[in-house]
């Protein structure tokens, strides 16, 4: 990325100068200096666009403009020049508009794809595509990847197990609750999720609100409720959270 090679050339050439002027220590502190600095300076400047532009896209997004919204993250790809992974987090909060507001399943699979395994909620809405084509190897790949990173996620797990049984596997939902209860024994909800599944029941996914109706793998009719779809909040982007109103 341009800010690593700014900054590789500053403190090379920082140290080169001190080598030659002065002493190995010299080279040293100017080296380290040259290369500190740029990623301070040019992290600073990064993150200011970031966040004009984040304040920018969460006022379309509580106006319902989501389109809007859309192009403003489009925009700061440039910005991905700058630092790694920038802009697969980018990728991953279009995909999670494009799947959660807009329902617009296929447009946003190209985006989940690229969204970091960090990003749990975008792998989730992935999964939930590969579910509703019957692509189940590739949903349980989507998953597996996920929990390897974001063990600690209590809706992740039951996302998973919930979508196991959906498609019929109960052995497998069970073994993805006990894998979960496993890496957060205190998760109550995870500990009922397993109890009603074992009871050969559906288990109440209610309780987690906003963020499990985002993942449209149910619907609050389906889960006997009337009220339309709560409110959803997307991944972080750039140090910075969005809210989404009702969609």
């Given at each position: 990325?341009?800010?690593f090679?700014i900054?590789?050339?500053?403190?090379?050439?920082?140290f080169?100068?001190?080598?030659?002027?002065?002493?190995?220590?010299s080279?040293?502190?100017?080296?380290?200096?040259?290369l500190?600095t740029?990623?301070?300076?040019?992290?600073?400047?990064?993150?200011?666009?970031?966040?004009?532009?984040?304040?920018e896209?969460e006022?379309?997004?509580?106006?319902?403009?989501f389109?809007?919204?859309?192009?403003?993250?489009?925009?700061?790809?440039?910005?991905?020049?700058?630092?790694?992974?920038?802009?697969?987090s980018?990728d991953?909060?279009?995909?999670?508009?494009?799947?959660?507001?807009?329902?617009?399943?296929d447009g946003?699979r190209?985006?989940?794809?690229?969204?970091?395994?960090?990003l749990?909620?975008?792998?989730?809405?992935?999964?939930?595509?590969?579910?509703?084509?019957?692509?189940?190897?590739?949903?349980?790949k989507?998953f597996?990847?996920?929990?390897?990173?974001?063990?600690?996620?209590?809706?992740l797990?039951?996302?998973?197990?919930?979508c196991q049984?959906?498609?019929?596997?109960?052995?497998k939902a069970?073994?993805?609750?006990?894998?979960?209860?496993?890496?957060?024994?205190?998760?109550?909800?995870l500990?009922?999720h397993l109890a009603?599944?074992?009871?050969g029941?559906?288990?109440?996914m209610?309780?987690?609100g906003?963020?499990?109706?985002?993942?449209?793998?149910?619907?609050?009719?389906?889960?006997?409720?009337?009220?339309?779809?709560?409110?959803?909040m997307?991944?972080q982007?750039?140090g910075?959270?969005?809210?989404?109103?009702?969609?």
């Amino acid at each position: 990325m341009l800010t690593f090679a700014i900054a590789f050339l500053a403190g090379a050439g920082g140290f080169t100068l001190g080598f030659k002027f002065f002493d190995p220590w010299s080279a040293a502190f100017l080296g380290l200096a040259g290369l500190i600095t740029p990623l301070i300076l040019i992290g600073r400047k990064v993150m200011k666009q970031l966040e004009a532009k984040n304040k920018e896209a969460e006022a379309h997004i509580g106006a319902q403009r989501f389109d809007k919204a859309i192009a403003v993250f489009e925009s700061m790809r440039p910005l991905g020049l700058w630092f790694p992974r920038l802009t697969a987090s980018m990728d991953g909060q279009i995909g999670v508009l494009k799947f959660a507001a807009q329902r617009d399943f296929d447009g946003a699979r190209p985006y989940l794809e690229k969204a970091p395994r960090k990003l749990w909620m975008a792998r989730v809405m992935l999964a939930s595509v590969h579910l509703k084509k019957h692509q189940y190897d590739q949903m349980e790949k989507v998953f597996e990847g996920a929990v390897a990173k974001n063990k600690k996620q209590g809706l992740l797990w039951a996302a998973y197990a919930f979508c196991q049984l959906k498609r019929g596997e109960k052995t497998k939902a069970l073994e993805v609750l006990q894998k979960g209860i496993a890496a957060i024994p205190q998760d109550a909800r995870l500990k009922a999720h397993l109890a009603a599944v074992e009871k050969g029941k559906k288990p109440k996914m209610t309780a987690y609100g906003s963020e499990w109706y985002a993942f449209h793998i149910e619907t609050p009719s389906m889960a006997g409720q009337t009220q339309g779809q709560p409110k959803f909040m997307p991944p972080q982007v750039g140090g910075k959270r969005m809210r989404m109103r009702r969609m």
